[in-house]
């Protein structure tokens, strides 16, 4: 049972923006703990996409952006390309449950 | 550069207990900034996090798996380990080890199927 919520799926043609949201409450996101973004293709491990809500690891690609805003955080894909056709998971802390992770969002490109 | 990789039995009986193994390779497991964790993913869902080891041996559990979980680490083999007792079906999954970086798990292993049936 998942503490953070994102949409089960989202899709959008190349070129395209995307946004992910993932919803969280007073105990986690907005308590004030990071937001942490993953992108994950099957059959493989998730690779750590955005940190520290708006921070990317050298190598990800630019037109990935994330942003956080009280209960909630946002991943966007800005320009979307075939090769982000994947799963993305984000992730916070919990003052209840510890490291939380959300349900997971399928991108599909058209 | 710093590798993590899973190891351990790919199927353990109901009631047994699962014992995995996390090798890091390329570096030191010391570290002040750096510690360690375990993540599983059951077939088609979601990432649960089950528990964290710092290098100095604390631990920390997700508070709903606590009871079975032990997480321990021997940085002499630049290992940390993963045991969960009492398994039944639901504890099938893919189980990850991660590195964690101001709370954000920056490296991950490649991941280890294990299967609990009879």
């Known amino acids: 049972q998942s503490v953070l919520t994102q949409p089960p799926s989202v899709s959008g043609a190349p070129g395209q923006r995307v946004t992910i949201s993932c919803i969280g409450s007073?105990?986690?996101?907005?308590?004030?703990?990071?937001v942490h973004w993953y992108q994950q293709f099957p059959g493989t491990a998730p690779k750590l996409l955005i940190y520290g809500n708006t921070n990317r690891p050298s190598g990800v690609p630019d037109r990935f952006s994330g942003s956080k805003s009280a209960t909630s955080a946002s991943l966007v894909i800005s320009g979307l390309q075939p090769e982000d056709e994947a799963d993305y998971h984000c992730?916070?802390?919990?003052?209840?449950?510890?490291?939380?992770f959300g349900t997971g969002t399928m991108v599909s490109v058209l | 550069q710093v590798q993590l990789q899973e190891s351990g039995p790919g199927l353990v009986k109901p009631s047994q207990t699962l014992s995995l193994t996390c090798t890091v390779s390329?570096?030191?497991?010391?570290?002040?900034?750096?510690?360690y964790t375990w993540v599983r993913q059951p077939a088609g869902k979601g990432l649960e996090w089950i528990g964290r080891v710092y290098t100095s041996g604390s631990t920390d559990y997700n508070p709903s798996l606590k009871s079975r979980v032990t997480i321990s680490v021997d940085t002499s083999k630049n290992q940390f380990f993963l045991r969960l007792s009492s398994v039944t079906a639901v504890d099938t999954a893919v189980y990850y080890c991660?590195?964690?970086?101001?709370?954000?798990?920056?490296?991950w292993g490649q991941g280890t199927v294990v299967t609990v049936s009879s």
């Open positions: 991660a590195r964690v970086l101001h709370r954000a798990f920056d490296l």
């Open positions: 390329g570096g030191s497991i010391v570290s002040s900034s750096y510690f």
């Open positions: 992730h916070s802390y919990d003052t209840l449950s510890g490291y939380v």
């Open positions: 007073s105990s986690n996101i907005g308590a004030g703990y990071d």
